[in-house]
Structures are given as structure tokens and as C-alpha cells.
């Protein structure tokens, strides 16, 4: 991964770990459901962020090796992992 994608989703992912300490600490102070639910709506958006970038990256560097390496099983392995990753992932 590349260092700055590395330092970028660190620091999302350390926001994204307040968050959800903040969204405990609302049910425990029995907030109104609306408001739990809008916070972690907001989680699950911010960490499909993290997972767009991570698999940006991979693309422009792990499958992008892949293919100028003119290695078919690396490229055919490459692929078929990203499309096993696609096939569990909800755009």
C-alpha cells in the first residue's frame, strides 16, 4: 500500500473508531433510535471510504504490477481476487 493511502485511511479509520465509541456512549445515554441509526449510517459510509481507497490503491499498484509483469497466474490470481472481493462487496 502506498504510504499515503496508508497514512490517509489510518486517519479515517481513527476517526471512524470516535465515531463509533461516540454511538455506544448514545445508546448507553438512551438517545432518540433516529439519532444512533444517522451515526452509523455515517460509520458505514466513512468505512466505504477506507475500503474505495484501499481498493484503488490495489488496483493502481498490486493488479497493475500483475498485468505489466506479463505473468499470466499472477494476473489471472489478481483478478480473480478482486472479483471475489467485488462479489461480497455492496456498491
Keep these: 500500500m502506498e504510504h499515503a493511502t496508508q497514512k490517509s485511511c489510518i486517519a479515517r479509520l481513527r476517526r471512524i473508531e470516535g465515531q463509533v465509541r461516540g454511538i455506544a456512549r448514545m445508546i448507553e445515554d438512551e438517545r432518540y433510535c433516529i439519532d444512533v441509526v ?16 484501499v481498493l484503488k490503491d490495489h488496483v493502481q ?11 499470466a497466474k499472477e494476473q489471472r490470481q489478481k483478478v480473480a481476487e478482486l472479483l471475489q472481493v467485488l462479489g461480497r462487496t455492496s456498491f
Design 38 to 53: 444517522t451515526q452509523v449510517q455515517a460509520v458505514k459510509a466513512a468505512l466505504q471510504k477506507v475500503e474505495t481507497e
Design 61 to 71: 499498484h498490486c493488479v497493475e504490477h500483475a498485468i505489466t509483469s506479463g505473468n
